[in-house]
């Protein structure tokens, strides 16, 4: 059975930087679609990044250039790298993974939907 978890949400001010990590054990990284997605309270959950069993990493427009994602298969966790950090950018942020063989990059990955999920980490930027 798969599990997911994150770790490594916090509060940070604006323009400050967090590394979120995600392990799931039971999984084999590099073979199926991993991502990381978010919601704030009263939104609706929103796709951040995603990377599909290829390498191809894609990206929610508005975190294009300051968020980063990345995965380490020696050490089954997948990392996402956030930089230059905004008050909009507060959320509790999601690890989600898919152990079945889909599309989720490029054009996909607005439509994607994971079948395996995290608890969550908050993420709190203030002014």
């Known amino acids: 059975q798969v599990q997911v978890a994150e770790s490594g949400g916090g509060s940070v001010q604006a323009g400050g930087s967090l590394r979120l990590s995600c392990a799931a054990s039971g999984y084999t990284y590099s073979s199926y679609c991993m991502g990381w997605f978010r919601q704030a309270p009263g939104k609706e959950r929103e796709g951040v990044a995603g990377l599909d069993s290829d390498g191809m990493k894609s990206y929610a427009d508005s975190m294009k250039g300051r968020f980063a994602i990345s995965r380490d298969n020696a050490k089954n966790t997948l990392v996402l790298q956030m930089d230059s950090l905004k008050p909009e950018d507060t959320a509790m942020y999601y690890c989600?993974?898919?152990?079945?063989?889909?599309?989720?990059?490029?054009?996909?990955?607005?439509?994607?939907?994971?079948?395996?999920w995290g608890q969550g980490t908050q993420v709190t930027v203030s002014s």
């Open positions: 989600a993974v898919e152990d079945l063989h889909t599309y989720c990059s490029g054009g996909y990955f607005p439509l994607w939907s994971p079948n395996l």
